[in-house]
């Protein structure tokens, strides 16, 4: 029987592993990422104005605690979202600040994103709609919001006086094949594209993408954390991989590129790898592993760049870039510019074939560290 439990944009699933390194013979200088190595920024918000679509979600409030500690003093922090309740609720865990704004709006409604927008400096795009299976199910509604919603927050930048534009992607949006990874590619496209039409206006469109968030709601994490208890673990395929990132890491990573974009990159982190049966393993070593099969809408290894992206794709150290195909700079020049190398021809960053794997020990880690500080065995 195939696990009952709802398949969330950082679900768990499956691939080939053939050039994968088992956790055992994970080195022990493959650490992963660490978030020291993308806060490389000189970013200050202080006195400026940021708006978050999307800012009562797992990312938005990780986010938005952040600039509230790093930058006090900020001039304006706009959450735009659709439910009252969670920006109550938010409301209330974050306390009284002079720059916060919550917004109700919807990013399907484009005279209120614009009455949104006026004076906002930074915009991040979070908000989208993430649950695979709805997406198969109600194609048009994802449609609507992870699409026509893009659009409708680049129009709404480029009719006020917005200059830097952030918008999450998600490792699914590579050679998608499910509707949500679909929209979410369209969605890059249009952000990237954006530059194209922004005239002499200083402002700048770029995305970060990136892959499964440890723990976050809805995710394999719980889904294994509160089914240990039966003794068996469904595993939809035994070599399936997935990227891993911290919430704090995606943070960090968008704050890096409100900073450094030129305008159209699709920004792609160097992060780890692991298996899920490391991560079974991990969350319950005594608990019998089940093959229930892969479902559909799962890879069983993840992309963030495909063979296809490589001729555009440059090494920025930490972390990729992958050019637009019409820009106002070449590879060359941004290549001199950044200090990055251009990656070989062919060149694919995919979860089955990564150089960084997590050991069971890690995994064990970093849920300690981020989802619960009692995790036990
Ligand atoms: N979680 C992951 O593992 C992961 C991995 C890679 C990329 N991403 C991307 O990261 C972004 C944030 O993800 P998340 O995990 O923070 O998602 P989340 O927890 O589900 O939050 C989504 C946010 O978007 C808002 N929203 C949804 N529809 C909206 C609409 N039509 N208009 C305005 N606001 C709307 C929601 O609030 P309301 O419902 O109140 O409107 C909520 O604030 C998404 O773009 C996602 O694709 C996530």
Redesign the pocket.
Same mark, same amino acid.
């Given at each position: 029987m195939k696990p009952s439990g709802p398949v969330r944009?950082?679900e768990e699933d499956v691939g080939d592993t053939a050039n994968a390194p088992s956790a055992n013979e994970a080195k022990a200088d493959n650490r992963p990422m660490t978030d020291q190595s993308l806060t490389h920024s000189g970013l200050d918000l202080n006195d400026r104005s940021l708006l978050i679509?999307?800012?009562?979600? *797992?990312?938005?409030q990780a986010f938005v605690r952040t600039i509230l500690d790093r930058w006090p003093r900020i001039r304006r922090l706009v959450i735009? *979202? =659709?439910?009252e309740l $969670?920006q109550y609720e938010m409301q209330l865990a974050l306390g009284k600040h002079p720059a916060l704004r919550f917004f109700l709006?919807? %990013? =399907?409604d484009p005279l209120r994103l614009r009455r949104a927008f006026e004076g906002v400096e930074h915009v991040v795009h979070?908000?989208?709609? $993430?649950q695979v299976p709805a997406a198969e199910y109600n194609p048009f509604e994802f449609v609507q919001?992870n699409v026509l919603?893009a659009q409708n927050v680049i129009e709404a930048c480029l009719d006020t006086e917005v200059r830097r534009v952030v918008a999450? *992607?998600?490792?699914k949006a590579a050679a998608p094949v499910n509707l949500y990874g679909a929209t $979410?590619l369209c969605s890059d496209r249009l952000f990237t594209a954006a530059n194209n039409i922004r005239g002499p206006r200083d402002l700048r469109f770029s995305v970060v993408r990136?892959?499964? %968030?440890l723990g976050? =709601?809805g *995710?394999v994490v719980p889904y294994f954390l509160k089914e240990r208890a039966k003794g068996v673990l469904p595993i939809t395929h035994p070599d399936m991989t997935r990227f891993n990132i911290t919430l704090s890491e995606g943070v960090e990573m968008v704050l890096w590129a409100l900073e450094a974009m030129e305008g159209g990159e699709v920004f792609v982190p160097k992060i780890p790898s692991y298996r899920i049966t490391d991560l079974a393993t991990a969350i319950a070593p005594k608990c019998e592993q089940k093959v229930v099969g892969i479902r559909p809408g799962e890879k069983v290894h993840e992309e963030m760049i495909t063979a296809s992206d490589s001729l555009n794709t440059v090494d920025l150290g930490p972390r990729f870039a992958i050019l637009p195909h019409a820009a106002d700079y070449s590879k060359g020049e941004y290549c001199r510019g950044t200090g990055s190398q251009p990656v070989p021809n062919g060149f694919a960053y995919n979860s089955g074939a990564n150089d960084e794997f997590l050991s069971v020990g890690e995994i064990r880690s970093l849920l300690r560290e981020h989802v619960d500080p009692n995790f036990e065995v």
């Open positions: 944009e950082d679509t999307g800012g009562t979600g *797992s990312f938005g735009l *979202s =659709r439910d $969670k709006g919807n %990013v =399907r979070a908000a989208a709609l $993430k919001t919603g999450l *992607s998600t490792d $979410k990136y892959g499964n %968030v976050s =709601r *995710s």
